[in-house]
T-cell receptor, first 116, second 114 residues
Framework: EADIYQTPRYLVIGTGKKITLECSQT?????MYWYQQDPGMELHLIHY???????EKGDLSSESTVSRIRTEHFPLTLESARPSHTSQYLC???????????????FGPGTRLTVL | KNQVEQSPQSLIILEGKNCTLQ??????????LRWYKQDTGRGPVSLTI?????NTKSNGRYTATLDADTKQSSLHITASQLSDSASYIC?????????????FGRGTQLTVWP
């Protein structure tokens, strides 16, 4: 069982509210990721981080923002939630492989966000 | 067009039966292929990872195969159990970036009936 945690697990919120989805990992991994997943669809990378103070946008454009002030913490923020933001948000982490091989990504349980 | 295609989209089998899930990909260059199991409302959990030189890998009742020439992979589940009900996602990683970009399939939703 990977030690990566997400809170809240479920969130129902009204349009226009500011929300922060929390993600923490205790494995000391340098890389962290946020994915968005709609039912029956593939995961889409929306943000990633190579390490502290490093954040990059992923393949899917997102109005959310992220920060990486501590290695273990990678929160995602929506300043003004809209119904189009309704989705499942998955956080993941990985370490840089020492031998230039693949980097296993470990996923958190996800946050199911519903914006009314 | 998604670079990782999975079939079937959904599958129902009876407990104790075997099944095989398919994955075709066009990702290039290729680094590795992974199969994940995602229970409803949970994050994906890795089952197997195969690199270019590996053509089969097992994890308990799960056996994955890879044909890098035809860019096809399969996941075979033996003696299915009710707990195997989940979405099985094929993921391909390229060599093209330090991030090791992952390309996700949409998954095969497997339901095992008693």
């Amino acid at each position: 069982e990977a030690d990566i945690y997400q809170t809240p697990r479920y969130l129902v919120i009204g349009t226009g509210k500011k929300i922060t989805l929390e993600c923490s990992q205790t494995m000391g991994h340098d890389k962290m990721y946020w994915y968005q997943q709609d039912p029956g669809m593939e995961l889409h990378l929306i943000h990633y981080s190579y390490g502290v103070n490093s954040t990059e946008k992923g393949d899917l454009s997102s109005e959310s923002t992220v920060s990486r002030i501590r290695t273990e913490h990678f929160p995602l923020t929506l300043e003004s939630a809209r119904p189009s933001h309704t989705s499942q948000y998955l956080c993941a982490s990985s370490e840089t492989p020492r031998d230039n091989s693949y980097n296993e990504q470990f996923f958190g349980p996800g946050t199911r966000l519903t914006v009314l | 067009k998604n670079q990782v295609e999975q079939s079937p989209q959904s599958l129902i089998i009876l407990e104790g039966k075997n099944c095989t899930l398919q994955c075709n990909y066009t990702v290039s260059p290729f680094s590795n292929l992974r199969w994940y199991k995602q229970d409803t409302g949970r994050g994906p959990v890795s089952l197997t990872i195969m690199t270019f030189s590996e053509n089969t890998k097992s994890n308990g009742r799960y056996t994955a195969t890879l044909d890098a020439d035809t860019k096809q992979s399969s996941l075979h589940i033996t003696a299915s159990q009710l707990s195997d009900s989940a979405s099985y996602i094929c993921v391909v990683s390229d060599r093209g970036s330090t991030l090791g970009r992952l390309y996700f399939g949409r998954g095969t939703q497997l339901t095992v009936w008693p």
